[in-house]
């Protein structure tokens, strides 16, 4: 019997990376999956979610709108009744230093990020509390726990899904609705490719060095994380950040060589 077996979970950014992972992990493990990002899968990959959660279903919405949220939500819960697990993998990245930022581009990071996860939760959650249960994880960062060069829009974004977990852990205990958030090292997705093109290898190469394991996350790796956080296993489990990143936060390795 799967993990997930009879849960249903509903997944942002499902269309790729971490969340396309996540969905198939949830899948695997019994869940019935209802995903959510504004862009369309890639078919192979979503038929891989279908193969094992047959009564998958995929809604195309931008996390910014929050008709458009609670429209497909509203669609979920028609179709499967309750919502266990909400994983809010739908982001962004965003670089630059502060005098060098537009505020279009800190409002896009910070709407997608921060509002974009505020608003999934917000309409989530009346099915949750009537049901007394369910399980929120939000993806931070080990970038909302500490800071890195040139990416301040990011850092502030990722900082306050931290706090935000913090705050709905707290409003939400006394409903049986558990509330944590992922802050993954650097994860193998299309939104660290960049870092493989010419021009940007040598800054892949000295951040995957940050990391003790020497390299990225595989997305599966994250996903087995959101996995346990969706699971009865976490259930003395709130307010937390969960760290998965490869010892890239435990320290500097200082060394005669
Ligand atoms: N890849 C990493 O190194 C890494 C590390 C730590 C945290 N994270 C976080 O994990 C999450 C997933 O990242 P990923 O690496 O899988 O990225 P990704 O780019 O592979 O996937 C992100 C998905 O979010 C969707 N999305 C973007 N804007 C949206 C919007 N407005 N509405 C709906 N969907 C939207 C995209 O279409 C895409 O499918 C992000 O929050 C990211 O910040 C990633």
């Given at each position: 019997m799967g993990r997930l077996e009879g849960k249903v979970a509903v997944i942002t950014?499902?269309?790729?990376?971490i969340g396309a992972a996540t969905a198939a992990r949830f899948a695997e493990e019994g869940a019935s999956i209802a995903g959510l990002d504004i862009a369309k899968p890639a078919d192979d990959a979503w038929a891989l979610v279908c193969d094992k959660a047959p009564d998958a279903i995929f809604s195309e919405a931008d996390i910014r709108d929050e008709d458009a949220v609670k429209g497909a939500i509203e669609g979920f819960v028609q179709r499967?009744?309750?919502?266990d697990a909400l994983v809010n993998a739908a982001g962004v990245v965003g670089f630059g230093a502060a005098h060098l930022t537009e505020v279009a581009e800190f409002e896009r990071v910070m709407d997608i990020n921060v509002k974009g996860s505020f608003l999934t939760s917000k309409h989530v959650l009346p099915t949750m509390l009537e049901q007394g249960s369910g399980s929120i994880i939000h993806l931070a960062s080990v970038e909302g726990l500490e800071g890195i060069s040139g990416q301040m829009s990011y850092n502030a974004s990722k900082g306050a899904v931290v706090l935000m977990t913090k705050n709905m852990a707290l409003d939400y205990s006394p409903s049986g609705i558990r509330v944590n958030c992922l802050c993954p090292g650097?994860?193998?997705t299309p939104m660290t490719a960049?870092?493989?093109?010419d021009g940007l290898k040598a800054i892949g190469d000295k951040l995957r060095g940050a990391h003790l394991l020497g390299r990225f996350a595989e997305p599966e790796e994250i996903a087995a994380a959101a996995l346990f956080l969706a699971s009865?296993?976490?259930?003395?489990?709130?307010g937390t950040s969960l760290v998965v990143d490869?010892?890239?936060?435990?320290?500097h390795r200082i060394t005669l060589e």
């Open positions: 950014g499902a269309a790729s990376g499967f009744g309750r919502i650097g994860v193998a960049m870092l493989n093109v009865d296993d976490a259930s003395f489990v709130t490869g010892g890239y936060t435990a320290g």
